[in-house]
Structures are given as structure tokens and as C-alpha cells.
């Protein structure tokens, strides 16, 4: 596989997660199975997917198992990063396109991690395996569309 294991490690370190393979979301297990989607259990608890993506393109993506809650929200995200920089501040022109692109998105937007960005759609943990698939379509879609756009026909996220 690509470039990943850098990628892992990098956006392991940039966020701390207490969920452990051993402790994976197990109705995230039952939802990817059910969507017959290939998937690792990486050491964060997180579900790596790498989604074909046409044209002989891949895109990764991670299913978070631990969740975030704001007020009575209660959400997970899915991340699929799509430009990696050489350092950690962001080209100025990247950072506004990525703002730009982030206004025109209906489910998701980017965020920073590290040298990477990355783009994170947030569902609510009672999504359904529609919505999952849903959200992990739009965060690879966006993702590698900014790949595209930045890397031309490079395909290492």
C-alpha cells in the first residue's frame, strides 16, 4: 500500500484517541461488513478502508471508533486526507482553497493535521450503514479531488 504507514503514524500522533484494537467499535465492524466493505482495525481502534475510487485511483479513509460528544450531540468522524505538505503550516493558496471547497460541501469540510489536510465528515453515532457509506463516499470523494487537484495524477493518499 502506499505511502501509508507514514500517513498512520502522522495522524496517529495527531490526535490522541484512548480506544485500542482490541476496542473497536464493534457496530462500526457489523456496518462496514454489512456494506461489504475491506477494512484493518489499525492500533488506534479505527477502521482503515481504502476506497477504490476509478480512473485505477485509491483513496484511504479511517472510520473513527472513539466519538465526540457536544452538548447531547453525539458524533464519529470519518477522515480521508488529501494533500500532504512538507511542513506543518499550509501553503497559503492550499488554505484558502481548501476553505473555498469546504463552502460548497453538504457533509464535511477540512481540517488540519500536522502537514497533512484532512477532510472530515462528522454523522451522529446512530447512523445507519447508509449514512456510514454516505459519509465515507463524500469524505474520499472531496478528499481526492483536492489530491487531484493539487498533485495531478499522483495517487499516494
Not at 469540510?109 to 484532512?118: C, D, F, N, T
Request: no cysteine; hydrophobic share 40%.
Amino acid at each position: 500500500m502506499r505511502a501509508t504507514t507514514v500517513l498512520i503514524a502522522a495522524l496517529g500522533l495527531a490526535i490522541a484517541g484512548n480506544v485500542t484494537a482490541a476496542t473497536a467499535d464493534p457496530v462500526i465492524k457489523k456496518q462496514l461488513d454489512a456494506l461489504k466493505l475491506k477494512y484493518e482495525v489499525d492500533s488506534d481502534g479505527d477502521y482503515k478502508i481504502v476506497m477504490d475510487v476509478g480512473d485505477g485511483r485509491t483513496q484511504l479513509a479511517y472510520v473513527r471508533s472513539s466519538t465526540e460528544t457536544y452538548g447531547t450531540n453525539q458524533v464519529r468522524e470519518i477522515w480521508s486526507p488529501g494533500y500532504k505538505g512538507t511542513t506543518e503550516v499550509l501553503p497559503e493558496r492550499v488554505a484558502n482553497r481548501l476553505l473555498e471547497y469546504s463552502n460548497g460541501v453538504k457533509l464535511g469540510g477540512w481540517v488540519k493535521q500536522k502537514s497533512y489536510a484532512v477532510f472530515v465528515v462528522k454523522i451522529p453515532t446512530s447512523a445507519g450503514a447508509a449514512e456510514l457509506s454516505d459519509a465515507i463516499n463524500a469524505a474520499v470523494k472531496s478528499a481526492d479531488e483536492i489530491e487531484q487537484e493539487f498533485t495531478g495524477k499522483k495517487d499516494e493518499l
